[in-house]
């Protein structure tokens, strides 16, 4: 599944990020900000009738992310 599909208030674990070309900007910056294989991720807040953006934790950082970006976040349910 993939980051978008997360409910609120819920965790996983980052399995991978999808890449458009060799040099993705947008995917090399997710990994840079730390949607890594392994990282837990929390679901903190989505916009009202599934708009932009999901408001997202890694660690003790929050990031907003549109739809198109978080759908690129390929995670697994945590245990």
Known sequence: ???TQLGK???ARVVGVSKASADDAIAHRLLDLGFVPGEVVTCVA??????DPLLVQVGFTRFALRRSEAARVAVE???
């Open 9 to 11: 208030g819920r965790q």
């Open 1 to 3: 599944m993939d980051l």
């Open 77 to 79: 349910p945590a245990a």
């Open 46 to 51: 989505l916009a009202p009738w599934g708009g």
